[in-house]
């Protein structure tokens, strides 16, 4: 990935000492994380003596994962978990199995999840775990022998008090079950707060599914009353149609807005009176991805993010909206469904235009925050009903984009840099009142 640049032009490395394992010319996505570090420091006060905390991450593992393959070989697979920040409590954050995962981006990751989990003040601090694989390539017996033996090798990280995984990219509740009993297992108790996003009969949650997306679609109707946006009838278009972009675009469906066009990995859909959005769903589910829908026309790949819209999730990977297309986009609204989807060239185009980012640390944070649920659930063994859990979100998410829009307003900054601002004083004022030990 090429280096990202400042404002300015220079490096994003150049003003901070980079730990040694990384390439300061290709940084990655832990660039753009510093250099939203340096846009809220200002904000901070007298905790801006502590802001190196935010941009070193306190614990970094790398395993190798060796597992036999069903035609008898051994494969080797690297695999990483990194805790950024545990100030405010053990560490959250998901599992993904990705071909081109790195070690910038889990630690990127780990680090989003610090700001997010602060930014809805739920008690965790910020983990990200993957390995560099194709799941796609793996049969099933695989996939557990390749999980089970990534959990044995980062159980001494992980624990339902120290450093808690979830599903993420290309993982699911199965893994995360496998990844519960191999724990469990490893340490003589059954343990089901060590993961969540657990299917239901083992402790996991009601509503934890739909928790991403549904969290997309409050703060999205939040914002929309916030500037005079009509849901009835305004165009959504989404890239991503998994568990976020799917369910954001089904409620946005159900509010009375109209999706018209869909991407992801099998291709690009439009259809501008509307995609049929409970028939592209059940598509989804048999083929795997949008491709081939016969409820709309093929678009081309590039011309998806000029498509006329008032709203545009991206809810797929990090780093796709860029300086190349921000200038295309003519959403008002931008909710960021997934991680770090926009890089800080694209977030000032889309400013400098008027459009409004809804960014990830508050819009995608439905996720963790019903994850949080899960795992009180499971220490108590006492467990809600759905609706309950869909009220408490809603109420969570609603009061955590206030406080959000309320701080953007009084500094008139982005919504990302006042997210940053919330979420990086609860995390410092922590670090201050704990201190240094020894």
Known sequence: MPRTPSKSGAPAASAHALPSYLDPNHLGPWGIYLQQVDRVTPYLGPLARWVETLKRPKRALIVDVPIELDNGTIAHFEGYRVQHNLSRGPGKGGVRFHQDVTLSEVMALSAWMSVKNAAVNVPYGGAKGGIRVDPKKLSKGELERLTRRYTSEIGLLIGPTKDIPAPDVNTNGQIMAWMMDTYSMNVGATATGVVTGKPV?????????????????????????????????????????????????????????KVVAVQDHTGTIFNSKGLDVPALLAHVKTRGGVGGFAG???????????????ILIPAALEGQITKDNAGKIKAKLVIEGANGPTTTEADDILNDKGVLVLPDVIANAGGVTVSYFEWVQDFSSFFWSEDEINARLVKIMKDAFAGVWHTAQQHQVSLRTATFIVACTRILHARDLRGLYP
Request: include cysteine; proline fraction near 0%.
């Open 201 to 257: 009969d083992i402790g996991g949650s009601l509503g934890r599914v739909e928790a991403t997306g549904r969290g997309v679609f409050t703060v999205g109707v939040e914002a929309a009353k916030l500037t005079g946006l009509a849901l009835d009838g305004a165009r959504v278009a989404v890239q991503g149609f998994g568990n976020v972009g799917g369910i954001a675009a089904k409620l946005f469906a159900e509010a009375g807005a």
């Open 296 to 310: 709309a026309e093929v678009m081309k790949a590039e011309e998806f993010w000029g498509v006329d819209c008032e």
